[in-house]
């Protein structure tokens, strides 16, 4: 290519209207959602850094195939155009539809687990954790140790330390129904796994005897990393690579809200027939016939084709150029990032942003209140709230304390992005002002989506 911008590959054909709010609005909204922004109305957020969760914007290929959608009950023509899709892609025996991530991870370990059991994985996402705690069960995190330190740049820091899970298998072996690994590490970062690390899983897997599943929310940028990232995959391309990740492992639970490019979906994915039946029991108590599990045919359609654009090369490159565009500028102003950015989102290191402010005093939900107050941008606490709440009712600080600012795929533009950048760097000015927050009520279980806090 001639030119060095990398574009957005898209026009648009249909737009949405984000509203302005004053500093006193925004200001108000904050009290009344006791200052946790997962409790503000999504109106009055001028850009919703939230998640990258089922925000994405479909594309006209996909709203058209909506009107494919076959509602048949039993046997749809939309769920075997799913499932061959997946198919191609993982290789996997049996496709099992559900509504969301979480609905395949609820159903893999309400099957598997019994308390006192361990799952190993490089980091559970909060919600794969909670449905293995809620078994009783252990979520043990063994990312390698670069990927708990912020400013430390490593091509793959999502990576599983081997050694440690050679260890674990070794000692605890007997309790371990199977080894788990994101991609990319959405509580690390979103950073990548590299091929040979996983590589490396199954082979420990074979040795010990045990299943390995992906969490695969965001293989197809985890497969762009790997292309750009890992020696002699360049010239591959990321269908291929993912294909390879895929055929690694023996199965996976699937947010297709993510790198599924569609607002709602997921799956179950595995080679074993047993499992598999016994997972497609508990789907039709919970989630429904196992040909739609609890999505609309025309969910199933527009997941089938977001599986398919995810992979394309402009996608990915543009997706990945805009993540890192942010965190050029952030760098280049002095804040400090989770480094190098990950994949679908920037993580600000609001432990070090702010030192006088203790972890558990949560310095994450004191920069995201900061800016959603100064600028109208919401973001999220992916630290103490988030994970310092053990089973036993204690309370530590977390491994690290974050601000999440995720990418939704194909929604905002450069200038955008460029606004985002401003407002980061408004609160990183004002950074010495902004004071702690305690917590008034929260629930006992992922307390983060619902807590109430008051400043210091
Ligand atoms: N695994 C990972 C790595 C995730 O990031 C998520 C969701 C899930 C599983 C659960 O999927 O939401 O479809 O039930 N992550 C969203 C986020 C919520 O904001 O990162 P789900």
Redesign the pocket.
Known sequence: MLFKTIIEPFRIKSVEAVKFTTREEREKALVEAGYNVFLVPAEDVLIDLL?D?GTGAMSSAQWGALMQGDESYAGSRSFFRFRDVIQDLTGFRHVIPTH???AAERILFHTILKPGMVVPSNTH?D??RANIEVEQAEARDLVIAEGKVPSLIHPFKGNVDLAKLEKTLAEDGDRVPLVMV?VTN?SGGGQPVSLENLRGVRALCDTYGKPFFL?A?RFAENAWFIKQREPGQSDRTPKAIAQEMFSLADGCTM?A??DGLANIG?FLAMNDDELAASCRSLLILTEGFPTYGGLAGYDLEAIARGLEEVVEEPYLRYRIRSTAYLADKLTAGGVPIIQPPGGHAVYLDARAMLPHVTPLQYPGIAIANALYLEAGIRGVEIGTVMFGLHPDGTEAPGPMDLVRL?IPRRVYTQSHIDLVAEGVLEVFRKREELRGYRITEAPKVLRHFSARFAPL
């Open positions: 998640t969760s969301q991530g979480r996402f919600t794969t994101t959405n969490d929310c947010s809200k993510k997921g995720a």
